[in-house]
């Protein structure tokens, strides 16, 4: 069974916005069915009077009725009871992702920890085009940032480290993301061609987190799902989600944006895996598949040799032991990749043993496949 038909036979409303209050929601749905939740909840601004330009025309702030909270016990409240329902629907080995601001981050960061969450990493997303500050009486603030955290301490979390390498061009992903704030075209924008809401996110973001934490088939939950760049983006990435909102002008807006989202080519959505993640091959099984021969000689980069052994052992001059012990031994090392280490001949030439894992592998992904 896919993880679809899995998280369909669980009574799970995928690819679905569901009308009202994220707590009671959540609540209603079952227990440990989440791969990943993403929530951007209300930053409780704490806003006084309305903010202008130099020029005296008036910003557009987040001054909306759902960031309003009569104080921060409220706002604790409300945070408390959200991330508690949150957690009860996380996998055991699942994961969130929380943004926000100076304004919030820290009190959710608090309780994240209070619920017995294990926070894996703080991410800054330094924006390239933040708002100024118009006043001039504080530093321009230019980012947000992310806490990533798992259920539990031990979780087997979902990371694909090599996929967000080669994201970053090759070069391990740090935790400070620069990313444009979202703008022209990718902005939506109501019937009076405002924004259709203020804190709108570039699906960039969106791509990042979910390429690196979750896999194809995941079930993505965004309680606070706003004009819908969470589902958006799960679509495009093929998995599933689950929306949650409860102002219809943002219901609407995000679901004739998902109406226009075409799922990438099931080719397309494939990303390098980590080495980690690949089955484990013992070199015994190339030896007793009769790959390899007992008695046939394998030869290092320097020219030394060793031979093949029933067992999938190998024995050198002075070294018997396994293709990675006699490696060492000959090069002097504390350890060695015998797969990448070592060469037989065929036809006169020198061919890597890490072909013939390969094709072990090969074979394993296709039977898993049918």
């Known amino acids: 069974m896919t993880k679809t038909a899995t998280a369909k036979a669980m009574g799970l409303p995928l690819n679905q916005i569901l009308d009202g209050d994220c707590i009671a929601k959540m609540r209603a749905l079952p227990a440990e069915s989440v791969d990943l939740i993403f929530a951007d909840p209300p930053y409780n601004l704490q806003l006084k009077g309305d903010l202008h330009r130099p020029d005296n025309s008036l910003v557009d702030a987040v001054d909306d ?5 009569a104080s921060f016990e409220a706002y604790d409240r409300f945070t408390r009871d959200w ?50 500050n118009f006043r001039g009486k504080r530093l321009t603030n230019a980012h947000e940032t992310l806490i990533w955290a798992s259920k539990s301490e031990g ?33 939506l924008k ?25 896999r194809p088939g995941d079930v993505v939950l965004d309680p606070f799902f706003g004009t819908g760049t969470t589902g958006a983006v799960a679509k495009m990435l093929g998995r599933d989600f689950i929306g949650i909102e409860r102002e219809p002008a943002y219901r609407e807006a995000a679901a004739r944006r998902l109406d226009k989202v075409r799922r990438f080519d099931r080719d397309a959505l494939e990303t390098t895996a980590s080495k980690r993640a690949e089955p484990r091959v013992p070199f015994g099984q190339v030896v007793e598949r009769g790959m390899l021969r007992p008695g046939e000689a394998l030869y290092s980069p320097r020219g030394g040799t060793a031979k093949v052994r029933a067992d999938g052992t190998l024995i050198g001059s002075d070294i018997k032991g396994s293709i990675h012990q006699v490696g060492a031994h000959l090069e002097g090392a504390p350890s060695c990749n015998g797969w990448t280490y070592w060469h037989f001949k065929r036809d006169g030439k ?21």
């Open 190 to 214: 109501d019937g009076d061609g405002l924004k259709a809401h203020p804190t709108q996110k570039p699906e960039a973001l969106l791509h990042r987190v979910l390429v690196g934490t979750t």
């Open 155 to 187: 979780g087997k979390y979902t990371f694909n480290y090599e996929a967000l390498k080669a994201l970053n061009d090759g070069v391990q992903m740090r935790s400070d993301w620069v990313i444009p704030l979202c703008t022209g075209h990718e902005r």
């Open 65 to 69: 009725h759902w960031d309003q909270f």
């Open 350 to 370: 020198l061919v890597s043993i890490d072909i013939l894992r390969q094709q072990i592998r090969a074979e394993m992904e296709g039977d898993r496949a049918h």
């Open 83 to 132: 991330l508690a329902a949150a957690r009860r629907l996380l996998k055991p080995d699942g994961a969130i992702w929380v943004i926000g601001s100076y304004h919030n981050v820290f009190r959710i960061g608090a309780e994240l920890q209070n619920q017995g969450f294990w926070i894996l990493n703080d991410v800054v997303w330094r924006k390239s085009n933040p708002m100024p």
